[in-house]
């Protein structure tokens, strides 16, 4: 807003049950003081009486040119009029804070790579993600640094060789790395990992050698489609299930759940669990 003029300029309020729609709308239409805009800030907008919404409803038919109104609240129904009035105003009419979900973060590191005019490949954005985490303003600041560094085309190279990892390692993704047989990329996962719990990650294993066996099973009988199904999973979380499965035969599987026992049986009777547990990740992502 224009220094010095914020006090006749700026309308901020919180919305509440005796709110008058008249006294919102007039003071919409208050012409600024100097060259700047008026702003009505209204908080908590989910919580306007129904006068005060229907008033502004109307007013957003032919609103005040001069003036801007935000709309502040936690949620607010599409199915509601203000919403839908809101929605008619333009595209960027309403805009969303909700948090990216984790499957749609290297989407949005391509999307966002495009708009700072930089190149990035999908593998080179899940690594990227993999790295830096899910927060997105430090994602931005990565991906402009490397665009700064690297160019204008940013590949998995890239990314291995200038963003170091400082988010923590998750579960799936190290098990992921292993079910497709990418020994280097899962021990270096490994090797970043925090005092890890080695049952643990044998418990998991285990389980993830179990789901490549129903997957292998229907693979074969041509029922890949039911792998979902079958492991009460969602679709977009047994893709990679069912590509790592064709690379295993059932006696391999068999060979994986037999190593898997071995070096459950390894770590509870005290033999170095490091050595162990290595064994059993080239094991499996030797294919058994």
Known sequence: M???LEAFNLDERTASAD?????????LDTLPVGQGFRLVLIHDAARLPKAAAEALITYLQNPNPDSLLCLETEALAKTTRLYKALAKVGKQAIVSCDAIKPRDLPDYVCRLARSLRISIDPTAARELVSRVGEDTTLIERTLRTLGEQCGSAIGLAEVETYVARTAEVKPW????????GDSRRALE????????????LVTLLTRRV???VCAKSLI????????ASALGRQEWQVRSLAQAAR????PGLTSCLKACATCERELKTGQDEQTSFIRLVLTICAGG
Do not use: C, W
């Open 189 to 200: 996962l490994y090797r970043h990992m925090q005092n890890p719990s080695h049952l643990a």
């Open 173 to 180: 993704e190290f098990l992921d790395k292993i079910s497709a």
């Open 19 to 27: 709110m008058s729609g008249t006294d919102l709308v007039l003071s």
């Open 210 to 212: 179990r789901d490549l």
């Open 2 to 4: 224009e220094p010095g």
């Open 220 to 227: 074969d009988r041509g029922k890949q489609r039911e792998i």
């Open 247 to 250: 690379r295993f035969s059932k």
